[in-house]
């Protein structure tokens, strides 16, 4: 559904007296299969919200190439608008005008007739959960809302692929949570749904593919689950009184990577904790030890960030 | 036509957010009144002209033609907190015509602009001002043309500046001297040789110069042709340039 190979863009900046360039994106493959949500998960200042700018005609790459639902950007971007949606990140919403009439314009922005457009706002309206407030002026919504009122004006034409660029940062997380159910009828609808986002859970629970991005650099694509497979195993804290007892009874299970002895517990890294925790109680109870407590972690995207760039993403 | 309908589709957007404001609609009409009843009566004298017909003759288009420039100049703001907003980002993804987001937003002050020129000529009228109808709708063709004209300019520097803390002193620069040396508000025809020279050069105030002679009812005066010339031709360029910057980039 989306495919782009190297897409680059540079922005001159001015500090002071000095220009600098900045390399906002440098070189950007990926692939987006239809019907899925994929991710962009990335710090502030990645380069998310240029890609995206960029796949969505508003600024031209200065290197690169994308095709977009069969569209090509750079000879038909008049197509590539007809065909997608896109939800800037800093909200698109007019005090003064209602819902319903911010959905109309833009529905008829698209070329869609009056009549046509306006049952679309019904539609959308309804599907939002937004009916209540649709004559309300927008200045007059909660964050949530208008939040979503932004995500139904980038579907109102009922594009093949929606871009929206970080829709629920800056969310309660009840809203958040609403937001997330949204975005996945959307998908259940057959529509692409691209996002940005710099919040770990939300590309682990929401996105079917992420890519992670830094620096203006795709550093790893995949699944969620295959990105923290991929880097380390998991680990199981056993908490024992007698930790020593406990690593004689383990040493030599070959199905621990490795093992460590802390003062109320044994932390042991293996593969896959879900079949070595029957095996790890088992090789216990028959050396006798008393079990306290057990813990399994997995890695986390956040670990996966720290393995490609060397920083956490909670930090940076 | 897609850019006709693109147009009105823009320019019935704009005018109904701003018939929504009653505030503005207020301040819009209440200035000029206030310019009228209260500058006006202390022109009689200062003109040496005997009647107040004479005296409005010579200040009521002068006063037009003063509105169509500020009121176009200022139209920036507005567009800058459309930016802001993300209205204007949220357009440029559609395949909306470029120049329509533009012409729509000019449109709509050209015509709150002339909304403007009615009510002040109604009320100069009743000050035994008079005017042939057919002049006056070349009066009023010319302040169009003015107000398309800055306030095209005014939306391309906004798209240009993106800060109202830029625009405003930006936009202050321009219309500093193009009041002063214009004749807008007093005829230059007392005013020194060399002011009258740097005068020739100020395009408003050949606009001025014809909207006066088509007050006083001199409708073959050159002024007249020249004016419309000049305000059209600059009025066609601030247009084009200002929809080139609609169609780059954004912020
Ligand atoms: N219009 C611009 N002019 C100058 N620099 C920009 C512009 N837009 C973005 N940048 C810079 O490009 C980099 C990437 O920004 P952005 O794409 O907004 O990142 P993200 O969305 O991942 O937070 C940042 O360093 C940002 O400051
Ligand atoms: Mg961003």
């Known amino acids: ?108 922005l698209y070329g869609i007739s009056k009549s046509v457009a306006t049952e679309r706002a019904n539609r959308v309206l309804e599907g939002f959960q937004l009916s209540e407030y649709a004559d309300r002026k927008c200045k007059t919504y909660s964050g949530g809302q208008r939040r979503r009122v932004d995500i139904a004006l980038g579907i109102i034409h009922e594009p ?34 691209f996002i940005t986002t710099h919040y770990l859970d939300e590309a682990d629970a929401l996105c079917d593919r992420i890519s992670i991005m830094d620096n203006g650099e795709i550093v790893a694509s995949g699944t969620p689950a295959a990105l923290k497979r991929e880097i380390s195993g998991d680990v199981v804290r056993v908490g024992v009184s007698s930790p020593a007892r406990a690593a004689e009874a383990l040493g030599s299970a070959d199905f621990i990577n490795k093992l460590e002895t802390h003062d109320d517990s044994v932390r042991l890294y293996v593969d896959e904790g879900a079949t070595a925790i029957p095996l790890i109680l088992r090789a216990l109870d028959s050396a006798s030890v008393p079990l306290g407590t057990i813990e399994l972690h997995r890695p986390s995207l956040d670990d996966v960030f720290l393995t490609k760039t060397g920083r956490s993403l909670r930090e940076s | 036509m897609k850019l006709v309908r693109d147009t009105s589709l823009i320019f019935q ?13 207020l301040v819009g009409i209440f200035q000029p009144v206030m310019y009228l009843l209260l500058f006006a009566p202390l022109l009689k004298p200062a003109l040496g002209v005997r009647t107040n017909a004479e005296a409005y003759e010579i200040f009521v288009p002068g006063l037009l033609v003063l509105l169509a420039i500020f009121g176009g100049l200022f139209q920036g703001f507005g567009l800058i907190a459309e930016l802001r907003a993300g209205v204007i980002e949220r357009s440029r993804v559609t395949p909306v015509s470029r120049f329509a987001l533009l012409l729509g937003r000019s449109l709509r002050d050209t015509v709150s602009l002339l909304a403007q020129a009615v009510i002040i000529t109604l009320l100069a009228l009743a000050f035994d001002l008079r005017v042939f109808i057919g002049n006056l709708m070349l009066a009023y063709l010319m302040l169009a043309l003015i107000s398309l004209m800055t306030s095209a300019l005014s939306y391309g520097v906004a798209l240009a500046v993106k800060s109202e803390d830029a625009l405003a002193p930006l936009m202050n620069t321009v ?26 050069w100020n395009p408003f105030s050949w606009a001025v110069n014809g909207v006066r002679a088509l007050f006083l009812g001199d409708l073959g005066a050159p002024a007249v042709w020249q004016g419309l010339l000049i305000m059209a031709a600059l009025a066609a360029l601030a247009l084009a340039w200002a929809a080139r910057l609609f169609a780059r980039s954004v912020r």
Not at chain 1, 15 to 20: I, N, S, V
Not at chain 1, 63 to 70: F, K, S
Request: hydrophobic letters at 40%.
């Open chain 2, 13 to 25: 957007r704009q005018m109904q957010l701003l018939l929504r404001n009653p505030v503005w609609i």
């Open chain 2, 175 to 200: 219309a500093q001297p193009v009041l002063l040396l214009s004749g807008i508000l007093l005829p230059l025809t007392f005013a020194p040789g060399w002011l009258q020279a740097v005068a020739d």
């Open chain 1, 1 to 108: 559904m989306i495919e782009t190979r190297g897409l680059r863009k540079s922005f001159m900046s001015r500090q002071g007296r000095e220009k600098k360039t900045v390399d906002a994106v440098r070189g950007v493959d990926l692939t987006v299969d239809e019907g899925e949500i994929f991710g962009f998960l990335g710090p502030n200042g990645a380069g998310k919200t240029t890609t995206l700018r960029m796949l969505a005609t508003l600024i031209q790459p200065d290197g690169g190439e994308a095709t977009i639902a069969g569209a090509d950007l750079r000879k038909d971007p008049g197509e590539v608008r007809r065909r997608i949606g896109y939800v800037a990140q800093g909200g698109s919403t007019w005090d003064d005008s209602t819902a319903r009439e911010e959905l109309v314009l833009q529905g008829r």
């Open chain 1, 160 to 193: 093949k692929v929606v871009f929206l660029d970080e829709p629920t940062t800056g969310l309660d997380p009840q809203s958040r949570a609403h937001m997330w159910d949204e975005i996945r009828r959307l998908r259940a609808e057959g529509m692409t749904v």
